[in-house]
């Protein structure tokens, strides 16, 4: 554990990671890596990958430079509440150097991320989602130390190489969900009490005038809604969990009485092999058993045509 550079202690914001996130990200970096090893010898796939890297590059470089010059960036200086909550947030959670953070403008989002440049780590609050936390220093540090929380977990790390493996459907969208279960428990963290970050997570949900008045165990039931098929599978190619979901993950006894989830996963499930497992297999037995027939309508029509004999003449 890394001590606190200013006094020699140990941070005290130190989460564990969501249960499922490192085998997902481990599942993730070997399809990664086998996608990489294919292309590296084939001399068409590296340039094709080179194209579509450089395009994703030059537009992440341009969502840079408008964040480092059109959004505000929170300094001594400039909103210094802001950068006090900044500082002290990733002081506790052990950073050496906090990360820049900026305040943005994004036409009524609620919304905030974490990205980066190169060696440098940013993140970005959305105004309206701070301005809907109003006076709510609890809600406001929510948002503030999960953003914090992608960066001090290294989900920022190595993403070119793992892109591969982030593209495949439900694979790539359960780690990204389990990343964010992981940063919730670092907001939690940083809220410091469990009231302050439901909260954050009601004004995601409702906004500033209704988020705080919402009846999280009523919130909490819409997991019940979602207990269907096609809506599991749904929630499995979202990048974000259900909000409902995170509720509970935060506070356990939010969860509904006697709810498992297990119907819309098995509907799922089922969905899933109706549509694609169960057609693959019949394409398969269907292409095996033309195959055959063809092999013996081959061998049949060898076996009628009589041998053919050469002749020389006699000289």
């Known amino acids: 554990m890394n001590s606190n550079p200013s006094t020699g202690a140990a941070p005290d914001i130190a989460v564990e990671p969501w249960p499922m996130e490192k085998p997902l990200l481990w599942l993730v970096g070997v399809f990664s890596f086998f996608v990489w090893f294919a292309l590296a010898i084939t001399v068409f796939g590296l340039v094709y990958l080179a194209f579509i890297g450089l395009f994703l590059f030059i537009g992440h470089v341009i969502f840079i430079a408008h964040v480092r010059g059109s ?60 301005e809907s936390c109003g006076e709510d220093t609890a809600a406001r540090d929510m948002i503030v130390a999960h953003e914090l929380g992608h960066i001090k977990e290294g989900h920022l790390k190595h993403h070119w190489f793992l892109l591969p493996g982030l593209f495949v459907p439900f694979l790539g969208s359960a780690l990204s969900r389990a990343r964010e279960y992981t940063c919730d428990r670092y907001g939690l963290a940083g809220a410091g009490r469990k009231d302050g970050a439901l909260r954050g997570l009601a004004i995601l949900a409702a906004g500033a005038e209704r988020g705080p008045k919402v ?17 599991t599978i749904g929630t499995w190619l979202s990048s974000h969990p259900p909000l409902a979901d995170r509720f509970i993950a935060l506070e356990e006894s939010l969860k509904p009485a006697g709810f498992t989830g297990s119907r819309g996963t098995y509907r799922a499930l089922g969905l899933i092999g109706t549509v694609y497992i169960l057609p693959t297999i019949l394409g398969l037995v269907a292409m095996m058993f033309f195959g055959n027939l063809a092999q013996q309508k081959e061998r049949a029509q060898q076996l009628e045509t009589p041998p053919s004999y050469d002749y020389y003449p006699v000289e």
Not at 83 to 93: F, I
Not at 94 to 109: D, L, N, S, T
Not at 215 to 231: F, I, K, P, S, T
Request: aromatic fraction near 10%; avoid cysteine; proline fraction near 4%.
């Open 215 to 231: 009846n999280l165990q009523a919130m909490a039931r819409q997991v019940e809604d979602l207990n269907a098929g096609w809506l």
């Open 71 to 130: 959004a505000v960036k929170i300094g001594p200086d400039q909103f210094p509440d802001l950068h006090q909550s900044v500082e002290r947030l990733a002081r506790r959670m052990g950073f050496e150097k906090a990360p820049e953070a900026y305040v943005m403008q994004a036409g009524g989002i609620l919304n905030a991320l974490a990205t980066k440049l190169f060696r440098d780590n940013f993140i970005v609050l959305y105004s309206d989602l701070l």
